[in-house]
């Protein structure tokens, strides 16, 4: 059975926020964690944002193609790893919002068999989705779970506000989406993916993403079933890992399908209030036949207090 590809469908989300937005911690250290010395520079100047591709979803507001201009900035060559996020928890004491519901999303293939004996509740348009009460970054897919096996892996089940406590914490922030994008595609223009167009260079992958038939079989051609060391595949010619596949990551913007038709072409920040963030890059759960949003100019959005198992970040300041 071919699944019909939807344009919502990526990412669960909480469909009420609970928790007043925070803006995060008020303790800033300048250049703090191991990720600093991953920044990575970026010469900033004019591309071409979005794309007019069949393939892509029109109601996500991937086109239309326009001239925008970013000025420099730095960015991590990778996600946030488990090893740099215990350290910033290990010196704040601080609670993700998983943690503080006390539950998280996971993906049914991955939960183990006792823990999904006591889910009771799942989504119903996307029943692949649990709630697992336990599940937050130091519990992957659940109480039965750790992150001390996955030091290198992205830090998941982290909502936009506990991205944004990181960042604060480390002196730097998230970056927007057209610095998001700009990086991610590494000086190529217009092409597909982070590395061309070619989904198989060679047949060798270049990213973590479903193979088989989604939701149901993995045939992890990739490698991976779930969540890929920070540094897996080929980097883009930035020096960025992992742009494509692996986990999903937050942006700084606000999400709108339309809104930036009409924002200004330089150093765009998207609208100034919404109800959900802009995600970008696709997971290790993305498949052509259902979310290929794998595809550089792919995006998405959550609302900010929402976590999944497939749902990360990476930090950027300025230059």
């Not at 992992?242 to 765009?268: A, L, M, Q, R």
Request: contains cysteine; charged residues 25%.
């Amino acid at each position: 059975m071919e699944l019909e590809k939807k344009s919502g469908c990526c990412s669960p989300k909480k469909q009420k926020s609970t928790v007043t937005q925070s803006s995060g911690l008020n303790v800033v250290k300048s250049c703090k964690g191991s990720s600093d010395k991953n920044s990575i520079y970026v010469p900033g100047g004019e591309f071409l944002m979005g794309t007019d591709d069949p393939e892509g979803y029109k109601n996500d507001g991937e086109g239309p193609v326009r001239k925008v201009k970013v000025d420099p900035f730095y960015i991590d060559a990778c996600t946030v790893t488990n090893s740099q996020f215990d350290e910033f928890v290990s010196d704040t004491g601080y609670k993700t919002e998983a943690e503080i519901y006390s539950w998280s999303f996971v993906f049914h293939s991955l939960v183990s068999y006792e823990t999904r004996t006591k889910v009771t509740q799942f989504v119903q348009q996307t029943p692949w989705w649990l709630v697992v009460d336990g599940a937050n970054w130091r519990h992957p897919e659940g109480p039965d779970s750790t992150f001390e096996d996955r030091l290198d892996h992205p830090v998941v089940h982290v909502s936009w506000n506990d991205a944004i406590a990181y960042c604060n914490w480390a002196g730097k922030r998230l970056p927007t989406e057209a610095e998001w994008e700009f990086a991610a595609r590494g000086g190529l223009e217009q092409k597909k993916y982070a590395w061309g167009d070619e989904l198989l260079p060679n047949g060798q992958y270049y990213a973590n993403i479903w193979q088989g038939q989604f939701p149901n079989e993995n045939r992890r051609l990739d490698g991976y079933k779930g969540t890929a060391p920070a540094r897996s595949f080929p980097p883009n010619k930035y020096g960025l890992y992992n742009v494509s596949g692996n986990v999903w990551e937050w942006c700084s913007d606000w999400f709108s399908p339309t809104y930036h038709i009409y924002d200004t072409k330089e150093n765009p920040k998207g609208i100034p209030n919404g109800t959900s963030k802009v995600i970008r890059g696709g997971s290790y759960l993305c498949h052509e036949s259902y979310c290929n949003r794998y595809r550089v100019a792919s995006r998405s959005s959550s609302t900010p207090d929402s976590s999944t198992g497939h749902m990360g970040f990476r930090c950027a300041k300025d230059a």
